[in-house]
């Protein structure tokens, strides 16, 4: 069976994108909550993996950082991997790639300067460079198969088989 990595790239890189949204919507919650110290550790939270009800939140934020660093950075990979992708739509997976990681260490400067507003600032701009580079890589994504797609409609590819199709 042919393997449409093309459509497989696309659907993943959408619920990384849902993942990374749902991060962000619970940050402003942490923040407006006032629950950002409720886990004063890093990496763990104080009872280590077991969730427990004051932090929950905030070990829930934390999760899904851990979650989203492992989707985004699958997704550059799966990006870089794929034949058809644009030359942008690598750079920005990389770029997004690399906020995760600031990101997240950023997250835990934030806790360690019990919630410096400089830093609570930064880690919001972070946040959002890496979101827009996302939403950046997943139009270009559709972008691309769309193109592929309304060119020669058996033209989408396996990672092996690029497309002969000229972007
Ligand atoms: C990809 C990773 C992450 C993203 C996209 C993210 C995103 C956000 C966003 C958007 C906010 C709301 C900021 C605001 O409203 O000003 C927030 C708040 C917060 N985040 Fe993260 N975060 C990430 C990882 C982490 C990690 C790993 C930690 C800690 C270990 C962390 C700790 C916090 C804390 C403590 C707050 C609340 C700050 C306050 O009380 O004002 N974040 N995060």
Same mark, same amino acid.
């Given at each position: ?10 659907? #993943?890189?959408? &619920?990384?994108?849902?993942?990374? #949204? ?5 940050? &402003?919650?942490?923040? *407006? ?7 004063? /550790?890093?990496?763990?939270?104080? /009872? ?6 004051? #932090? ?8 899904? !950082? ?18 058809? *992708? ?5 750079? #920005? *997976?990389?770029?997004? !790639? !690399? ?46 198969? /769309?193109?592929?797609?309304? /060119? ?16």
């Amino acid at each position: 069976m042919k393997t449409n990595y093309d459509k497989f790239l696309q659907i #993943f890189s959408v &619920g990384s994108l849902c993942v990374l #949204f749902s991060l962000m919507t619970l940050g &402003g919650y942490v923040s *407006s909550s006032g629950v950002g110290l409720s886990c004063p /550790q890093w990496p763990l939270c104080p /009872q280590g993996l077991v969730p427990s009800y004051e #932090f929950i939140i905030e070990y829930i934020h934390r999760t899904l !950082a851990a979650t989203t660093g492992l989707v985004v950075f699958l997704t550059m990979a799966f990006v870089l991997r794929g034949r058809n *992708s644009l030359k942008s739509t690598k750079i #920005f *997976s990389v770029i997004a !790639a !690399a906020a995760v990681v600031g990101q997240i260490t950023l997250g835990a400067i934030v806790i360690n300067e019990k919630l410096h507003a400089d830093l609570v600032t930064a880690h919001l701009a972070l946040g959002l460079i890496l979101f827009s580079s996302m939403i950046y890589v997943v139009i270009n994504i559709f972008y691309t198969n /769309q193109k592929l797609k309304s /060119q020669n409609p058996a033209s989408l590819s396996t990672p092996d088989h690029p497309s002969n199709v000229n972007l």
